[in-house]
Nanobody
Framework: VQLQASGGGLVMAGGSLRLSCAAS????????VGWFRQAPGKEREFTAA????????YYADSVKGRFTMSRDNAKNTAYLQMNNLGPEDTAVYYC???????????????????WGQGTQVTVSS
């Protein structure tokens, strides 16, 4: 499975961006999809994930209430709507997918088998 993340860019604080993650598989609905981010000099961190099947969504505390994850299985694409962005959200954002991870693994980047190339989000103050 190949993942293509897009939608990053430069935005002022308080602004919004929507990231997309397009998958090359027609069985996209069978995959749990996660978003992770890595800021300069920091480790990669979990941001959001949507479980396969029923689509329950989970967020990092730092983005809860500001970011919303969704998916369109017909388009094999997942989205991350990011509102009220702040400089602390500046990072490279990656999408990841996996068919078999369990709920307890959702926030662990190492549990995902497939990764996109990342898209840069820069928030200016």
């Amino acid at each position: 499975v190949q993942l293509q993340a897009s939608g990053g860019g430069l935005v002022m604080a308080g602004g919004s961006l929507r990231l997309s993650c397009a998958a090359s598989t027609s069985t996209f609905r069978s995959y749990t999809v996660g978003w992770f981010r890595q800021a300069p000099g920091k480790e990669r961190e979990f941001t959001a994930a949507m479980f396969r099947g029923g689509g329950s969504t989970y967020y990092a505390d730092s983005v809860k209430g500001r970011f919303t994850m969704s998916r369109d299985n017909a388009k094999n694409t997942a989205y991350l709507q990011m509102n009220n962005l702040g400089p602390e959200d500046t990072a490279v954002y990656y999408c990841a997918a996996d068919r078999s991870l369990i709920l307890s693994e959702l926030r662990a980047g190492g549990a995902y088998d497939y990764w996109g190339q990342g898209t840069q989000v820069t928030v200016s103050s």
